[in-house]
């Protein structure tokens, strides 16, 4: 199977003949090595020079990477012990002036590896692996920076399908070139000048990166990626509002906390600053959390812009009593309730800790968890007054729909509402101001918007097109008929108990 090959066109040695077939049970030392045919005899004719793995200097890595295929492939010893072998003479090799660098070379071994087939894997290991010692020796240079943004490239190229490799190898390619996520950003900026296409499909894949490093626990040979993996997860959080368990994920670290001050400032979750800057002594906010909140302002629907005379707190008795005849006076009210979130999988869901009533002018906040403890049977009764009332009509909001509350008052009031606190700990006595704005807001807004598209639609004609907005009416009782009574959904919350 072994033929002579002429590679003098492509490494510049004349009349030199290549030869590659060696015996590792006789090692692999520099020179001639016979080599037997397919009977066992010496066939005269196969002879093999080693001088390109001593001196690589006009040796392309095509080459060099066939040579060492054939070495790898018609080695008759142990495969551990073929890879010891070969890594060493790759070892010494990159020692021996390999054109334009020795880092530079190995990726674009690297680059032409897929062509080898079922060979490419265990190669591309072994050229990884050898290289890795050589580099552990040899400091850092102008060759190394080089072969840095060659393997970046290599990695969008790899991920972008146009270079086959194996995950573990990529992981490997990204570690021993010391390829951070500035270097791929740098590629990614080209590359999206080329081709907007690779750019977007190379930025997902990088993201699919990142969880294979996170899910490997690869954080000492990574600490960028992962340290950006941290961050991708608490900015998921953050959007959810589940800041408390957003920082429990920073397990202390000072870099992640100053990100997560920065996602609460950024979301306008001011109190959030406050607290986490003073439990954690982080400085350096309090002037850019200024210009933050004037900002902030003009951004998010305000409580006072609905023109609110006053919030009440109802936590005893005579306070229930008042709210409710008060309540009872009106034609409409709006409603909503908040609960502390519980971020135990598989555990049942926390009581409804408040709910909130909104008149046109004023909003009652009952303190569920004290009224229940304290006068159960009286809490019953006027909140039976007030849901069953037909006198009174109640604005709730179907939390399925597309762009949630904040958006459709956005879409008719004007502005949208500040949704950070949602997930805030509503057990929490006494609540914040802003917690308690907060709350009064979202049961205030539903009066106002159904005042505005009411006297909209006093004035205008029909709706045209996607403008059309629908009121539905849909009244519950479980008490008129109980056996008719349909199941109430696992994640339904109920109050007081």
């Known amino acids: ?30 020179g001639v090595v016979e080599l037997h045919d397919d009977n066992g005899k010496i066939d005269r004719k196969l002879a093999i020079s080693a001088h390109t793995f001593s001196d690589l200097t006009y040796t392309s890595p095509v080459v060099f ?17 073929k890879f010891r072998i070969l890594q060493q003479k790759v070892y010494n090799a990159l020692e021996n002036s ?48 080089k072969a840095k943004v060659i393997a970046a490239q290599l990695f969008l190229d790899i991920v972008g399908g146009l270079v086959d490799h194996d995950e573990r190898i990529v992981l490997k390619i990204l570690e021993v070139f010391d390829v951070k996520l500035t270097d791929i950003d740098e590629a990614l900026c080209h590359l999206k000048v080329q081709d907007d296409y690779k750019s977007d499909r190379a930025k997902t894949l990088v993201e699919e990166l990142m969880k294979t490093i996170k899910k490997n626990n690869l954080k000492q040979e990574f600490p960028d990626v992962y340290h950006k993996c941290k961050e991708s997860l608490l900015k998921n959080l953050a959007e959810k509002a589940l800041w408390d368990l957003a920082e429990a994920k920073t397990h202390g670290d000072k870099q992640l906390l100053e990100y997560l001050v920065s996602l609460a400032m950024e979301a306008g979750y001011l109190e959030k600053v406050d607290e986490l800057c003073e439990r954690y002594s982080l400085e350096g906010f309090l002037n850019v959390k200024e210009s933050e909140a004037s900002v902030l302002e003009s951004k998010y629907l305000r409580l006072d812009e609905l023109a609110f005379e006053n919030i009440i707190w109802v936590d005893e008795v005579d306070g ?108 929490l006595r006494p609540l914040s101001q802003n917690q308690l704005e907060y709350a009064a807001l979202d049961a205030a807004v539903l009066v106002h918007i159904f005042q505005r598209v009411h006297n909209h639609s006093q004035t205008a004609g029909p709706p045209e ?32 108990r």
């Open 1 to 30: 199977m072994n033929k002579l090959f002429d590679y003098s066109s492509v490494t510049g040695f004349g009349e030199w003949k290549w030869i590659i077939g060696i015996c590792f049970d006789t090692g692999m030392e520099e």
């Open 65 to 81: 990477l066939y040579l060492l295929k054939e070495c790898y492939a018609h080695g008759t010893c142990k495969a551990t012990n």
């Open 98 to 145: 390999p054109q334009p660098g020795p880092a530079t070379f190995a990726v674009w071994c690297l680059y032409v590896l897929p062509i080898f087939g079922l060979y490419c894997e265990g190669l591309s290991h072994l050229i990884i692996s050898a290289l890795r010692r050589f580099l552990n020796r040899a400091p850092t240079s102008e060759d190394t920076s």
């Open 320 to 427: 229930l009593c008042a709210a409710t005849s008060h309540i009872e006076e009106c034609k409409v009210v709006g409603l909503d309730c908040e609960w502390k979130p519980n971020y135990v999988k598989g555990s049942k869901p926390n009581k409804v800790s408040i709910m909130q009533i909104a008149s046109d002018k004023m909003v009652f906040i009952f303190d569920l968890i004290k009224l229940f403890e304290d006068v159960p049977e009286i809490l019953d009764n006027c909140l039976t007054r007030i849901l069953q009332s037909p006198r009174i009509l109640k604005l709730g909001y179907n939390f399925q729909s597309r762009g949630g509350l904040s958006g459709l008052a956005e879409k008719i009031l004007g502005t949208g509402l500040n949704k950070t606190r949602r997930n805030s700990d509503w057990e």
């Open 465 to 496: 097109g996607n403008d059309k907005i629908e009121w539905k009416s849909h009244i519950v009782s479980h008490m008129d008929n109980p056996n008719k009574a349909k199941k109430e959904p696992k994640n339904k919350k109920r109050i007081g």
